[in-house]
């Protein structure tokens, strides 16, 4: 998964397609909804002019505060973004080209995202903006094997949610009861 992530970056890098690539990292590093993400403010993450490292939104779905840390490769896209011509003045991060339509739809974004995968040749059908708001969860998980770290990450209330997100199995966990001696 890492290498389609960068291949999907440098896509959208080498394209000087600057709105698609905060919204793909932010897609993948945020843990955010789809319908969270295209709804995101300029002042949720700008403060002063100033690219937060670390931003706490309130999700839609559940109401409950997430927080996600923002990198120095999304940082420097985002002030970019936010610096070029045609967001100046604008409220929402990625604000949509439709008057009256204050921001980009989820579905518009579940279009973005079958167009990235399609780009790098992947299967469309395997991926979409729920599994972009997976991947930094499932590599947390991966490395750590730590759950609770992972719910806290995503705003889950309960544990079997989280364990259900992830597609953990009983091998899974065998093999990190194996990894550790006592």
């Known amino acids: 998964m890492p290498r389609h992530v960068w291949a999907i970056r440098v896509r959208l ?7 698609d690539l905060v919204l793909f990292n932010l897609a993948t590093v945020s843990k955010l909804r789809g319908c969270d993400l295209v709804c995101l ?3 949720d993450l ?3 002019g100033i690219v937060r490292e670390r931003v706490t939104i309130t999700q839609s779905k559940t109401g409950h505060p997430v927080q996600f840390e923002v990198g120095d490769l999304s940082r420097k896209a985002i002030s970019a973004w936010c610096a070029r011509p045609e967001m100046t003045g604008c ?3 990625f604000p949509s080209r439709f008057h009256g339509v204050p921001h980009l739809s989820a579905r518009q974004c579940a279009r973005m995202v079958r167009r990235w995968v399609t780009s790098i040749g992947l299967e469309p059908s395997a991926f979409g903006t729920h599994s972009m708001r997976r991947t930094k969860a499932d590599l947390i998980y991966r490395k750590t094997g730590n759950l609770r770290a992972v719910q806290l990450l995503l705003g889950h209330t309960k544990m079997d949610s989280t364990v259900r997100y992830l597609g953990v199995e009983l091998e899974d966990a065998l093999a990190i009861a194996e990894s550790i001696e006592l």
Do not use: I, T
């Open 13 to 19: 890098e080498l394209a000087d397609n600057l709105r």
């Open 91 to 93: 409220c929402d991060l």
């Open 46 to 48: 700008l403060v002063g």
């Open 41 to 43: 403010k300029v002042s």
